[in-house]
């Protein structure tokens, strides 16, 4: 019976490690920039990198990135929640990465209505997966 007992009280120690040991790689590997990738596409997930903005009293919301095959496709949408028309001459969204700054123009010449919203949805033959910030700019 004793040596049950030593068998049983081992085999749980080593238990308890190894669920320690996975619990502490599962809680550092969410905090990575790294994107997600299921079927060949990686799909950014870094809410901090994705977050809602508001640029010149616009809001950009619901903003995605994915990558397949060193092609990116960024989608958001740009609401005018005042009470007036604003123009936009052109409003670029721009990507940082390791060691470059891509620029895109995502609107171009468009009036957003008062309380009216617009869809974007751009693509990039960058990959643009590991992006580290994004910021927007509006002339």
């Known amino acids: 019976m004793e040596k049950k007992k030593k068998i049983i009280l081992i ?26 990738t299921i079927d060949g596409i990686d799909l950014v997930e870094n809410k901090d990198i994705l977050k809602d903005k508001e640029v010149n009293n616009l809001n950009i919301t619901d903003v995605s990135l994915l990558t397949r095959d060193g092609i990116s496709t960024y989608r ?38 008062s309380n009216g919203s617009t869809y974007i949805s751009v693509t990039s033959e960058t990959d643009l997966s590991k992006v580290k910030r994004i910021e927007y700019v509006m002339e």
């Open 76 to 113: 958001a949408m740009v609401s005018n929640n005042t009470n007036v028309d604003i123009k936009i001459n052109k409003l670029y969204v721009k990507f940082y990465l390791d060691s470059e700054e891509i620029e895109i123009v995502v609107l171009n010449n468009t009036t957003l209505k």
């Open 11 to 36: 085999i749980s120690v080593i238990v308890i490690i190894i669920s320690i040991i996975m619990s502490i790689l599962l809680l550092t590997s969410k905090d990575k920039e790294e994107p997600f």
